[in-house]
């Protein structure tokens, strides 16, 4: 793909997480997984009608008008996260660590770091709005260089978190509190990238420069990029929540795939001759059509005393299948817009009709009902007469924009690198100040920074090599992969670690068992830390790791402990196992002495291998041999 031609330009926006309590409160950065104490409910506190004339993102709230739920925890979040007592003075050890942060990317830090207001329409903060303060500013002096060229930095910001949606449903969301003001520092990059593997090295190397300060939080979630991402003639999305870096490049080369399906439905469209104006359709109700289908989607909705209701789409046939991501049609981008506006569980359309049950015959039937001719297409979704309604409007309105092109959007990155939308993008940051917070002077947080130093990521790994005995390549897999810690502690506290191989159960091991769609999330750092300790004292051999980690991925063993009661072969059996198989290889020890070694190994490892050390089982071949060709001579 010719990425430069197509004037691809991708910017990152990394969220990380800082080791330090609560931005504005004293609570601790504390994730919870218990059920919240107490569930409180709340309208949005800011003004839809006065936003929503102009931002997208507000009016696309005030259509749904939800309910909020905020779930607390009496022990671990206060008042202020509920928004019942203001916030107290900026947390001044965040403040440091984001300067510390600006320093190591010869940021320009600012004199007065002023606490303001981002307006957010989601619920996804209590007040209405989220707390964020500019720290630094970047340009051409703090460039990130990659193999494709240099990504400069634009700003580095310091916010508070927002709170953890549980539920979302078109009535009403649910979020707990927990998460909602731990400090987290927003690195942005001007939207230098325009190759796809370019953005994964520069999000690489930022998080390893984040890392090695050793003040930021780490694990599953505790950094997140977003990536803005458009082509010439598209549209910047703003895909949100990327936490696999390996993922970056394919979300990149997808939605770059995405924008140009769609620019060729938009040339389809206007080739058709079709405008707006094609779109202002009426909705139909077409239950009485539907009501002997033989579809049980269908029968199942109606007995439930849903409605079909359907809408035309004039001049649309066949570009409702049109492939935008693999998998993912032009009729999936209607659909998440039916399913987010009118919470609807998906639509039916002309381009996969006659299909799920429903012939031939009704599709005429719905077809004649809606007057449509030749080239239209048609949508049908099963819902409550309102919510069927929103969700029909939804998908004219998308169909409408794709006469432009490419819209804004909002999308959630999915596993497989696709992305599905998720709301409109907002209009530009509407930020007023927070009058309830001081602006605080840099210069005194600046000189106690600059007095401290810090390990770059090359610093780190340096460290790693001379003091344990690691390879240059296994000491960054380490690094990249948040196990160095583990690591060290396995280390110093297990005299006689064999420090490479255990390097590499952590790294290597891991991602393979991961690849090969073992459950590694059940494999905890107790588990390896046994793991290690039972390795430095010879009681597990390094054959039998894997094995260990596969039962406790699969839940056949609770801990190692449990792995070496069961599986482990006696002393008594080994023996039985090399007798075994020395009388079987009798005439070729005979024939070839001490040189069939390695047979008989081969044949013992079959029996053995994870079980026991293999040092331990070629010492007692040796011997055996040995007094076999003794008691023969
Ligand atoms: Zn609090």
Redesign the pocket.
Known sequence: MDYRGLGLKVGLEIHQRLKTH?LF???PSHLREDEPHQWVKRKLGVSYSELGAIDPAARFESIRARDFFYGVYHDT??E??IDEAPPVPLNREALEISLQIAEMFNMEVVDEVHVMRKIVVDGSNTTGFQRTALVALGGDFSAISTKWGDVRIATLCLEEESAYIVESKPSYAKYRLDRL?IPLVEIATYPDIWHPDQAKEAALKIGRMLRATDRVLRGIGTIRQDINVSIEEGARQEIKGVQELDLIPKIIEREVQRQLNLLKIRDAMRGRGLGEGDFNQSVRDVTHLLVESKSKLVRKALSSGKKALAVRLPGMKGLLGVELQPNRRFGTELSDYAKVFGGVKGILHGDELPGYGISEEKVSAVREELDCQGDDNFVIVLADPDSGKLALQAVLDRVKQALKGVPNETRRALPDGNTSFLRPMPGSARMYPETDILPVITRPYLEVVRSVRVKTPEQVIGELVEGYGLTEELAWELFDSEKDRLFIRAYLENKGLPSRFFASVLTGLMKSLKREGFDVDRISDKHLLDIATLLAKGELAKEAVEEVLKGIAQGKYKDVLQYLREARISDQELERVVDEAINRLEAKIKEKGERAFSAVMGEVMKVVRGKVDGAKVSKLVRRKIKEKLEEVS
């Open positions: 609560k409160c004293g609570c979040t206060c202020v996260e003001g």
